[in-house]
């Protein structure tokens, strides 16, 4: 039986892959994992909006409502410029475990609805934490419903961040903002990699 398990980074990316995914697999369940959303009351709101979401959709959700801060914080620290790559590992490979213990015979990711993430980047992560588990790493590029996920967000009423979640993203977003652009060079620098960095080679 095909079975899915897909990790969501919030409820408002989860909603155009739950969409276009319903009828391609007999069982499809949520993975919530987010360890790394600053500050805390942020993480909050978005685990709020996912437990409204599950309520109004009728989902079945695993949570995993654990706040390492201060561990995600000393994985990154020093190479904060490859923050993504730690981000989107972990991410996966709880997914994958969980996927495994469930019986699962693939594991998907949120992370694939949003225009700022490196999909390629994430496919071969997922690829490869999939060949090492035995569940398979089912990819689509759910960026074509980005409209019509922001639509069923509005329509829902569902709390939308301003920001991807760490707390150098959330500086990305505003710190820029009133400094006539003199910061934009640190947007978007944790999402740059190496070939072998992705590998883990
Ligand atoms: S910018 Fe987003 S994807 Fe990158 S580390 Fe921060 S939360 Fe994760």
């Known amino acids: ?9 919030c409820a408002n990316c989860l909603l155009y892959p739950l969409k276009v995914l319903e009828g391609q697999f007999q069982r499809i369940m949520v ?36 706040y390492p801060i201060e561990e995600w914080l000393q994985a990154v620290v020093f190479r904060e410029e490859k923050r993504c790559l730690y981000c989107y590992h972990e991410r ?3 997914t994958a475990q969980v996927a495994k213990r469930g019986n ?7 992370l694939l609805y949003s225009k700022q993430q490196r999909h390629e980047i994430i ?5 490869s934490i ?31 961040q301003q920001y991807c979640g760490c707390i150098y993203s959330e500086k990305e977003r505003y710190y820029s903002q009133g400094k006539g652009g003199e910061h934009r060079q640190t947007e978007k620098v944790g999402l740059s990699f190496t ?6 080679e």
């Open 123 to 127: 496919k071969e992560i997922g690829e």
């Open 195 to 200: 070939k072998e960095e992705v590998s883990g």
């Open 92 to 94: 996966l490979l709880a």
């Open 31 to 66: 993975f919530w994992y987010n360890p790394n959303i600053h500050p805390y009351q942020e993480y909050k709101r978005r685990l709020d909006a996912m437990k409204q979401l599950e309520e109004r959709w009728n989902l079945r959700v695993i949570y995993r409502d654990t």
């Open 104 to 110: 699962f015979s693939h594991f998907t990711t949120t």
């Open 130 to 160: 999939g060949r090492r588990y035995g569940v398979k790493f089912f990819y689509q590029d759910f960026r074509e419903g980005w409209k019509e996920g922001i639509r069923l967000s509005k329509g829902l009423g569902l709390y939308r």
């Open 1 to 9: 039986m095909e079975s899915l398990l897909i990790h969501a980074c």
